[in-house]
């Protein structure tokens, strides 16, 4: 079963018309992994830090080795803090991979490739977990020693699994995504516990100030619905950055997703996705000749170069993401 | 509260005379850390792997980040695979420290350091031991990946939890010793859990087999007794070397014990610790002065260089072990 988003009966307004030169302009931007990380970066360097708020998709973190892990948390929170692996995306940048090369020669599960620097968070988190303590408040402390500046936040406190329906049955999504190889072929989504999941501490009141509400380049189905789930709601302007250009991902198995739920993987596509909460939307240049068809479903378009392949070209997107909501 | 060992009345036989052309003489070491790690070495590198069982203490193993950790197994397991760091006698050779520091930057506990490679043994030891795996089996499989052909078993595969009475309470043995530094004056010691605890599997059959029983130089009070009190009676010659050395110990606060439970630490109070069960005892040649006092416990005694500080040292001194063993 494919998921959808539950109708909104009220269209968002249009994004406020407000001088670029306006001091305050929260904006909240929704985060996956890899691509949502460089946009969010971006938009830390360009933004007052009191101005930023991330909230992350939480519906991929898992146990492995007895930690708890979260991916997409600890990519932003590396990616911001500028320790994460720019080779990769993921992953601390100068890692050593000593403890997983010694489990794997005492024959232990070596598929999910901790680094040791990497380990420390797990650990650390797990134990705080374990103590008692929230995942926000783990993150938020976690921020601090990283010198985040940004208030970054798990979409909620109690977890969701993010379960792939797929041709080998159903599997949860770190299975499908590291172990499985992205290779069985996707039938839809589920996520378990969003129904009671509430949205964490502060995911409200940063959505209740912002100007607006960007979603960052990443993956539609498994990063950025799970946390629209949790938040239910939106009633600010919302614009999306396409994370599909001309036809296929930067990265990651959203454009093979769309395929194999039998839709043609197009910025059109992630329009379509998001429509019922969108109201301005980032396309590549490369999708330029498609952009009278998004404007069809009543939706402000920009044209942009989206690639954020180099450190700049972050900051570059996100100006031109902010000016864009500015003049909207 | 002193721990003795139960009285045994049938005061063991006295050494088998056997030419040392023999075969067959199979050596089971009771051992400790460092110093028995040392000695247990040295037995390896003169007996044929499978004439030599090593029973390491695990009333110090203790849960720490969630992981479980048997410093006294990993010492003599790293120690016989050449893998121990030289300089320190325990953790491993060559070791890298970026999880550990990792976790200090985010505030978590540090005091006791974990080094990246050593971290895999805890964690996939962990994650086998939640899987329902008993600690010999999985220690018999590290023993493989590792490369020791000798059986190296835990005393017990159930929890014995060392705790030390001191005048700050009752401390488990780990926050004593690392934690607070062994600065608490003890009082004496319990070992929780012992009295269920049966032997590991292998631990009867290997003492069964036995030609003589070797204490290695070990804490008398931490390390030995509990593994003594696992195994409760040994009916072969028994030969132990002295952890004790003119009064003081090579490493670790076996000598601070023997004075703040009121006994001068000498190598004789050590005798007299083990003399219900003590066929023979090798003292430094420091303590030759004392060696008829030795005597008159009625205990053969060998007066030799106890001191391991070299790894040529090992080998000789355990030659020197066996060859006494072999004419008594």
Redesign the interface.
């Known amino acids: 079963m494919a998921t959808k988003f539950s109708d909104n009966p009220n269209r968002p307004p249009s994004i406020v018309h407000r001088p670029s030169s306006t001091v305050h302009r929260h904006i909240v931007a929704l985060a996956g992994g890899v691509g949502g990380a460089k946009l969010a970066h971006g938009l830390a360097q360009v933004l007052p830090p009191e101005d930023l708020t991330v909230i992350v998709n939480t519906g991929d973190d898992f146990e492995h ?3 708890y892990i979260c991916p997409d948390l600890d990519t932003v929170c590396y990616t911001l803090a500028g320790l994460a692996n720019p080779e990769t995306g993921w992953g601390r940048v100068d ?2 991979w ?6 794997e ?5 070596a598929w999910f490739r901790l ?3 990497d ?3 797990h ?2 988190r ?3 977990l ?1 103590e008692g303590q929230t995942l926000s408040q783990i993150t938020s ?2 921020c601090k ?2 010198g985040i500046s940004q208030k970054v936040l798990p979409m909620s406190d109690s977890p969701v699994r993010t379960m792939v329906d797929s041709d080998e049955g159903v599997l949860a999504f770190r299975e499908y995504f590291v172990h499985r190889r992205r290779e069985p072929r996707v039938k839809g989504f589920r996520f378990d516990g969003v129904e009671v999941a509430g949205p964490a501490p502060g995911v409200r009141e940063a959505l209740e100030s912002a100007e607006a509400v960007v979603i960052c380049p990443s993956n539609p189905w498994v990063s950025i619905d799970p946390i629209l789930k949790v938040i239910k709601t939106i009633d600010k302007p919302v614009v999306a950055v396409s994370p599909i250009i001309g036809g296929k991902t930067v990265k990651g198995p959203a454009a093979k997703m769309y395929a194999e739920l039998g839709i043609e993987p197009s910025a059109l596509a992630v329009a379509r996705h998001y429509r019922t909460i969108l109201t301005a939307f980032v396309l590549d240049n490369a999708d330029a000749a498609i952009e009278s068809e998004i404007k069809k479903l009543n939706i402000k378009t920009l044209v942009a170069d989206t690639l954020m392949n180099e450190v700049q070209n972050r900051a570059r997107l996100a100006n031109e993401v902010l000016r864009f909501i500015g003049s909207s």
């Open positions: 080795l007895g930690l890692e050593t000593n403890a997983i090369a010694n489990i020669k005492l024959g232990g599960p680094g040791d620097q380990l420390a968070t650990l650390e797990t134990r705080r374990k402390d976690f020693a990283w």
